[in-house]
Each structure stands twice: as C-alpha cells, then as structure tokens.
C-alpha cells in the first residue's frame, strides 16, 4: 500500500500541512509505503564467524595492552547478568529522587485534600517514546484474595515529568469505581499520609504532581471507593505494592 | 488535626512488614545487557535481528550481504557503548551501522550493489539510495511497535492516504485524539530514526 502523491492526503489536510515543517523527511518517507526488506535467513557458520572476529579482537587488543573487550566465548552468562543488571541505563530511583529533592515540598494535609479531587490524566499516554525513562517498576499485592487479578506499576520520567503506567485487569463495579494513591508509610507500617493520583479506569497512565516526594509516598495503592462524594480513601484497599529501580 | 487521623480503617492500612519483599525488580532489558557487555545478549541479538539486517545488507550490497552482516554484529558489539538504549532500539542502530559501512564495503570492492535495474550512477546516488532503503526499514520496524491504536491511526494517515478527519470518522475517534496520535507517532519514529542516523563505530 503506498502513498498517491496525486491524491495526497497532506495536500488535502490542513493538520498534515501543521506537520510538515516539523515532520516532513519523515511524512515522506512513509508515503513511499513499508519498507520492502526481504528477512533472509542466516547461514549456519555466520555466528561463529562472528565468535571469530569478536575473539581475534579481543586477543589482539590484549597483546597491545590497549583496554580488553571481551571475547565471545561460553562464559559465565548469569555473571555478566548481574553485571548488566547493575550497570543497565535504568536511572536508578535514589539519583532520580536526589534531582528532583530540591523541589520536593511537604505534602501538608490542606494540599492532600487538593490532590484528593485531582481528575486523571494521560489515559492515553502509554510509553512509546524513547524520551520515557523508566525508573522504577513492580507488581503490586493483592490485597483482596482475586488470585486471578494483577496490577504491575512503572514509573516513568518524560522530560522531568513523572508518571505512572498502570497495567491491571480491574474493573469498578455499579456505584463504585477504583481509585490510586501513593501513600506514605511510617517506620511501623502505618499510613502517615497519602495522595491520590485520582480515579482510574482500568490501564492507563497517570501523572504525579510535581511537588511529590516520592521518598516519602513511595507506596502506590489502588483503593475500590463507593460513589459517595467522600473523596476520603475508603480503607478498601485491593493492590498495594513499592516499584523500585 | 491531619487528614490520615480522620482515616477509617487504619488498621487495615497496616503495610505488610515484609513490604520490601513483595519487590520485584524489573530485569534488564536486551538493550541494557547487550550495553553492558553480556555477551548472551549479543546471541540473542543475532538470532532476534540476524534476517532483517541480512536482508537489509542484501538491499545495500547485493550478494555480499552476509560479510557486511558479519561486520555489523561485530562493529555493534565493539563499539555497544556508544548505543543508548533509552533512545531506540538495538534494532534500529545496527541498521544504521549497517548504512555506514555498505558504502565502506562497496568502496573497498569497488563494485556497485546489486539492486536490479536503475542503478546508481556514483557514489553519492549509492549513499543516498542506502540512506533511504534503510530509514524506510527502520520507520516501518518503529511503526510495528507503537500501540495498536497509535499505529492504526499512523498507517491510515500515511499508508491509506487518509486526512485526520477521515480517520476520526473511519475510527469514530475524536478528532483531537487522532492528532495526538499523528503528532506523537512521528515523534517515536523521529526518535528511532535518529537512533539510525547516530555515527555508530
């Protein structure tokens, strides 16, 4: 299927035309249509041809004493695992919180009260941008015994704005709906304080203020609320969980 | 007063004390143990991307593609550093690598590729004609990985020939939400373009 430039959809629309000075190398090379590479499959030898590069460059930049790449040999996979693990991009949460802590305010009970009527936002806003930097994930507990249900949390730096991206299969049900919060827990488990991110519906994501600590509201909790204009958490509680970095 | 003493149920509220427990870190992507240097990355890598870029070097060089492969999967792990996984994808700059070194490689045989009528003249015609065969490849693999939605609404635009307004109401979608899903598709494919673009090695 490709592009007619005779019958051209951004002659025709003037929200093309808005992107053409922004976008236009790339507007182009879409209306040419998919690329049309065939997958070839490789050859059985060319992997280890490549083993063999890989090692001939190690050895030789050994014997020059210049920094060692690593040769390509069945090491130790689960070791360099753990290094990966440790070296990975993921910004680490603590550095992340460390640049946002000047800014950091205390969350008094009057701006809690505020955020606890804060509406939803970026339902649509799902990360597919490589300026999304994820900084932390987990899968929250259930707290309901619904076995079959899950709720896995990532939290998302775009931009120094951060959000959470909520995958779960819940539903509200009649007179009900689902709302998420973070909450601050003392030394002893307690809730010391909580904000609300606001109603949800289901997956989606979800801006956190940016006047958050989330040193402090480091447990994200999903609560079940009735439709009572009480916008006070209801202590029913079915997910609670800490994604970490 | 604070606003958590009027809570009910706080009790309830307890956080388990094995809260720390119910942790569960989210392992490296490939991007991050390949950057790393864990070399069953690199394999995995291979056995992932190996057709594509194959196929992409066929397009760039003809026959020969196999070699100029072989020198892409090297020159990507020599000089993995240098790719930062929270850009693109692996994908998208081994083809890049794989644009680089086609004109390397047709320099140094000094042929011209095999590409089946209408041959490029020179060098500079080649270049550009790899250039192009490879960001359509790496727009059409970004494409595949925005959201289904996203993508739908980007393939109606650009491949169906569609205005926004026709797409809203093909899709019964909101006008505005169609716009956003435009703007932020060819934000995602700008970003994996240039992940291509980047002088890898």
Redesign the interface.
């Known amino acids: 299927m490709t592009g007619n430039p005779e019958n051209n959809a951004g002659q025709r629309d003037p929200e093309m035309h808005e992107l053409e000075a922004e976008f236009g190398s790339i507007m182009g090379l879409l209306r040419d249509g998919p690329h049309d590479v065939e997958p070839v499959e490789p050859s059985a030898d060319l992997w280890s041809k490549i083993e063999l590069d890989l090692t001939a460059g190690s050895q030789a930049t050994s014997a020059s004493e210049a920094p060692v790449a690593p040769a390509v040999t069945p090491a130790d996979a689960s070791a360099t695992t753990e290094a990966a693990a440790e070296s990975s991009n993921v910004v680490s949460l603590a550095d992340a919180r460390a640049s946002r802590g000047k800014r950091a305010a205390i969350f008094t009970a009057v701006a809690a009260a505020v955020a606890l009527v804060a509406v939803p936002v970026g339902l649509s806003l799902r990360s597919d941008s490589s300026n999304d930097i994820l900084l932390a994930a987990g899968e929250l507990d259930v707290l309901d015994n619904a076995a079959s249900e899950s709720a896995v949390v990532e939290l998302y730096d775009t931009d120094g704005n951060l959000w959470l991206d909520l995958d779960t299969s819940r539903a509200a049900g009649d007179g009900e709906f689902l709302e998420l919060w973070l909450i601050e827990a003392d030394e002893n488990g307690e809730v010391a304080d909580l904000i609300s991110l606001g109603q949800i519906d289901g997956s989606g994501a979800y801006d956190i203020p940016d006047d958050v600590d989330l040193d402090r509201f480091s447990v994200v909790d999903i609560s079940v609320e009735p439709d009572d204009g009480n916008p006070e958490h209801s202590g029913d509680s079915i997910h609670r969980g800490i994604p970490t970095s | 007063?604070?606003?958590?003493a009027?809570?009910?149920?706080?009790e309830?509220?307890?956080?388990?004390?094995a809260?720390?427990g119910?942790?569960?870190?989210?392992?490296?992507?490939l991007e991050?143990?390949f950057?790393?240097?864990?070399?069953?990355?690199?394999?995995e890598a291979?056995e992932l991307h190996?057709?594509?870029i194959?196929?992409?070097c066929?397009?760039l060089v003809g026959s020969e593609?196999?070699d100029l492969?072989?020198q892409v999967?090297?020159a990507s792990?020599?000089s993995r550093e240098r790719f930062?996984?929270?850009?693109?994808s692996l994908k998208s700059w081994m083809a890049g690598i794989a644009r680089f070194k086609s004109i390397d490689h047709l320099r140094a045989a000094g042929r011209r590729p095999q590409t089946g009528g209408g041959e490029p003249q020179d060098m500079g015609e080649i270049q550009a004609e790899n250039g192009?065969?490879t960001?359509?490849?790496v727009?059409?693999?970004a494409?595949s990985?925005?959201?289904e939605?996203?993508r739908t609404v980007?393939e109606l635009?650009?491949?169906?020939?569609?205005?926004?307004?026709?797409i809203s109401e093909k899709l019964s979608m909101p006008l505005g939400?169609v716009?956003?899903?435009?703007?932020?598709g060819?934000?995602?494919?700008?970003?994996?373009?240039g992940?291509s673009h980047d002088r890898q090695s």
Do not use: C
Not at chain 2, 1 to 4: A, G, I, P, R, S
């Open positions: 007063m604070t606003l958590t009027t809570l009910p149920r706080v309830a509220w307890r956080v388990p004390a809260a720390i119910y942790i569960r870190p989210v392992p490296p992507t991050e143990r950057v790393a240097g864990d070399e069953a990355a690199l394999k291979f190996a057709p594509l194959i196929g992409l066929r397009r593609a196999e492969a072989q999967f090297v792990w020599n930062d996984p929270t850009k693109g192009r065969i960001d359509r490849m727009l059409t693999e494409l990985g925005l959201s939605e996203r980007v635009a650009f491949y169906g020939d569609m205005t926004h307004a026709e939400t716009k956003s899903h435009v703007r932020r060819l934000e995602a494919l700008r970003a994996e373009l992940v």
